[in-house]
């Protein structure tokens, strides 16, 4: 589904109204006639379409992001998806007050990047504030559990503010039923992956064995954390088409 589908966004129009339209056959903004519904709310769809169509055109994220009930915000996902940022951190410890993040992967633009906390890693990037900074500008963030962990973990660890759209893909997962972590959402779904034997807890170790030394076990880090980055994509994928055919049941 794409924004242009969406009425919702709009004071006064719920589900019931919103599927009420795609009934009608109004299914895209193009179709929205001010008839179709009640004077005061014609109005305000007309002019919410008309300050929509500026902010598409302009690439706002935050605009839609603002506008969209919080349940419903993976609709923004089609229309900013070739500029979405799909990220996952791995860490030594939860608490970001005490412990550090070790690395970084990041799928933007079509390229797969890792950040290491290392002036010189053998594998990937430094991870510093400025290198952050500028892998992580995006029009749209996607996570798994990124509101409450990845998110703040980095913005504690490196003095960010990430005041940016933010899809969290564990709770667009609980809406379709699919509960637990990541690995095993992504064994549920479908998902392969290279290593699938190794856990975040062996990220904490292949870590500590970097840092004594081994630089075999960094580079099975970054391609454990790597996974994680491209299967984000692959996952909001599937999601975006479960989400929109259980919100339209065959209407769009």
């Known amino acids: ?51 929509g169509r500026d902010h598409l055109a302009s690439g706002n994220a935050q605009f839609f992001d603002a506008a969209f009930p919080s349940q419903h915000r993976w609709r923004l996902y089609e229309d900013f998806r070739e500029g979405a940022c799909f990220f996952d951190i791995e860490t030594t410890g939860l608490s970001h007050h005490r412990d550090q993040v070790t690395t970084v992967s990041l799928l933007h633009d079509g390229e797969v990047r890792t950040l290491v906390n290392d002036p010189d890693p053998v594998v990937g990037e430094p991870l510093t504030r400025e290198t952050l900074r500028e892998a992580l500008d995006a029009p749209l963030l996607v996570t798994f559990n990124g509101t409450t962990f990845d998110v703040p973990f980095l913005e504690t660890s490196y003095d960010l503010d990430l005041d940016v759209p933010h899809l969290d893909l564990r709770y667009a997962c609980g809406r379709v039923g699919l509960s637990g972590g990541l690995k095993a959402i992504e064994k549920d779904v479908g998902i392969e ?4 034997d190794i856990s975040g807890r062996d990220a904490v170790r292949l870590w500590h064995e970097y840092e004594g030394g081994s630089e075999d076990s960094l580079e099975t880090l970054v391609s454990y954390n790597r996974d994680d980055a491209v299967n984000l994509r692959t996952l909001m994928d599937d999601l975006s088409r479960t989400l929109h055919d259980d919100a339209t049941d065959g209407l769009l």
Do not use: C, K, Y
């Open 1 to 51: 589904m794409r924004i242009e589908n969406s009425f919702i966004p709009v004071q006064g129009v719920g589900e019931t109204t919103e599927r009420r339209l795609w009934e009608q056959g109004i299914t895209h903004w193009d179709e929205f006639e001010r008839d179709a519904v009640g004077e005061v709310t014609g109005e305000r769809i007309a002019s919410f379409i008309d300050e």
């Open 193 to 196: 992956r290279d290593r699938p």
